[in-house]
């Protein structure tokens, strides 16, 4: 099978000739640049440095094909950019200043080469009014998606790969929690309800255009859309559940509505954490596939029960461990839980095998490789024996 019949298989709930691959596409199945300048060694591929939306400070690669050809990948991507001055200011800044996005958030450089975003420009913002006066960024400007047509075209004309459509969405959210900074936000939510609401609608309805403008241009082309919103910790929701359904779930289904009016594509929802409590909100509203699937933490280790109680509703993409296989793990014991991983989500289709996240820069090169072959050694339907 082409990747691409692999995984329209797999999204459909049947069994395709293998488990497909997931990883390259977008900063939810990346690979940081550290990591991929390793692999691209181990394999002995020369290939210029290249980041996903252009966007160094970030840190995630933009595969080259013939890295991607190596490990096995089973779909591309189309991504949006950032509007055109934003990419040239960044471009004329000195070496160490912070990188500032189109909605005023930026990232610090912590030490040399890395960066974390730091900057929080309605830190200080608790007033409805105040988000009248706010400069927002021009979400119609069309340098965004000048490039999405002719791209998803060509890879829908080629056929081999499934497309996904991954335009740099922070969905409401986490975007209001970059506006503010986490703990800032977190507390309106409780206290300033009436603002917090406000500013998750408002940024909603810039990502509504966004959306629109990047579908108008690829949606026929693209088999998934990728859109995400942390919302889970380590051991739980970083809100109550009956928060999320009061303040979030009705954003979440407003914007979700809007992609699924505007294209037959997949919706492709990524969320770290234990998210258990609310999946059955997420199906509610209409997401299709569950990504990454954070298998060290909560109840979403419980890829039995994942599958067990949602396998026919979901399908899911993760799952490999990056907080301790991954990173410290041997190669064969990354093998073995890419085996032990398959066998409990792969049954009956529904499942595409991914790294839980990015590949980050503590992970050996070997063990990426380890992983995405262990994907062609167990991932066959009736030969994992």
């Known amino acids: 099978m082409t990747g691409k019949e692999r995984v329209l298989a797999a999204l459909a709930h049947e069994e395709p000739d293998r488990v ?33 939306y252009d966007w160094p400070e970030l840190g995630t690669a933009l595969p080259d094909e013939a890295v991607l050809e190596r490990l096995g990948s089973d779909a591309r991507s189309v991504l949006d950019l950032f509007p055109a001055w934003v990419r040239e200011k960044a471009r004329k800044r000195g070496v160490h200043e912070p990188f500032l996005d189109d909605w005023g958030t930026g990232n610090l450089e912590i030490e040399p080469g890395k960066w974390y975003p730091g900057i929080h420009p309605m830190a200080g913002m608790k007033s409805v009014h105040d988000l009248e006066s706010y400069p ?16 998803a075209g060509a890879l829908a004309a080629d056929g081999r790969y499934a497309v996904i459509g991954c335009p740099w969405l922070l969905f409401p959210f986490e975007r209001a929690m970059a506006m503010q900074g986490m703990d800032v936000f977190l507390e309106n939510m409780l206290l300033e309800s009436e603002f917090a609401q406000a500013l998750l609608w408002k940024i909603e309805g810039l990502c509504k255009t966004l959306m629109g403008r990047f579908l108008d241009a690829c949606g026929d082309e693209i088999d998934m859309i990728k859109i995400g919103d942390d919302l889970g910790a380590q051991d739980s929701l970083m809100i109550s559940p009956a928060s999320y359904r009061e303040m979030l779930k009705p954003v979440h289904a407003d914007l979700i509505a809007f992609i699924k009016s505007r294209t037959k594509a997949k919706l492709f929802f990524h969320s770290d954490g234990d998210i258990f409590d609310i999946v059955p909100d997420l199906i509610e509203i209409g997401v299709d596939v569950l990504n990454p699937i954070q298998s060290g933490a909560g109840r979403m280790s419980d890829l ?6 949602y396998g026919k509703q979901l399908s899911f993409c993760g799952a490999i461990d990056t907080q301790r296989i991954l990173p410290y793990g041997t190669p064969d014991e990354v093998r073995a839980e890419v085996r032990r991983v398959i066998g409990l989500l792969g049954p009956g289709g529904g499942y595409m095998l991914s790294a839980v996240h990015t590949v980050m820069d503590e992970v050996p090169p070997e063990n ?10 167990f991932g066959g339907y009736g030969r994992r024996t």
């Open 20 to 52: 497909p691959l997931i990883i390259g596409q977008t900063n939810a199945t990346g690979i940081k640049i550290g990591p991929y300048r390793g692999l691209k060694r181990l394999l002995g591929i020369e290939a210029p440095d290249r980041y996903i």
């Open 136 to 151: 927002w960024p021009d979400m119609d400007d069309p340098s965004r998606v000048a490039h999405a047509r002719a791209e």
């Open 304 to 309: 039995g029960l994942l599958k067990r109680t």
């Open 368 to 377: 990426i490789l380890a992983m995405c072959d262990a994907v062609r050694e």
